[in-house]
């Protein structure tokens, strides 16, 4: 981070890049079962990975947020890392139109979801019980890929 806590959004963007590059190298049935249809499905785990990479990396603290929507019968739920008014989303591109790897404000796509809710750290070592114990090993797994 920069002096006075600001958060560089060109390093973060940098880091979140080979962040993902570094998921999609990684043997997904090694990970945690969330993993396993990157990036479908699994953007809450790998939310609070990359949070907890973020933070190891001195790039910052980010909230954990999630939201919802229903449409035409259908409910769907999503969730990314959140800064202020700065959003970190690797997993946006499971849905159309959207890239793999999204730094920057909200452009509507994320609002569109509706109301939502912050969630505390985005950082797996903050989950109850062994789900962190369980995450630990993915983190390991996609840090070992980290170029």
Known sequence: MANGGTIDRDKVF???TRFRKAM??????AMA????MFPRGAC??????????????????FQYVCASK?????????AW????????????DQFDGMPPVFVGEDTGWHEKWGPIT??????YRQCA???????????????????
Do not use: W
Not at 70 to 78: A, I, K, Q, T
């Open 70 to 78: 229903s449409e035409g019968g259908s409910f769907e739920s999503h």
């Open 129 to 147: 019980g062994g789900y962190a114990a369980e995450l630990e090993g993915s983190y390991s797994l996609v840090m070992a890929k980290l170029s």
């Open 118 to 123: 912050e969630l505390g750290d985005g950082d």
């Open 24 to 29: 999609e190298q990684t043997d997904l049935e």
């Open 81 to 92: 890392l959140r800064a202020g008014s700065l959003i970190v989303d690797i997993t946006a």
């Open 33 to 36: 079962i969330g993993f396993r």
């Open 14 to 16: 940098e880091f979140a």
């Open 44 to 61: 809450s785990d790998t939310s609070l990975l990359l949070g907890a990479a973020l933070q190891d990396h001195g790039l910052g603290r």
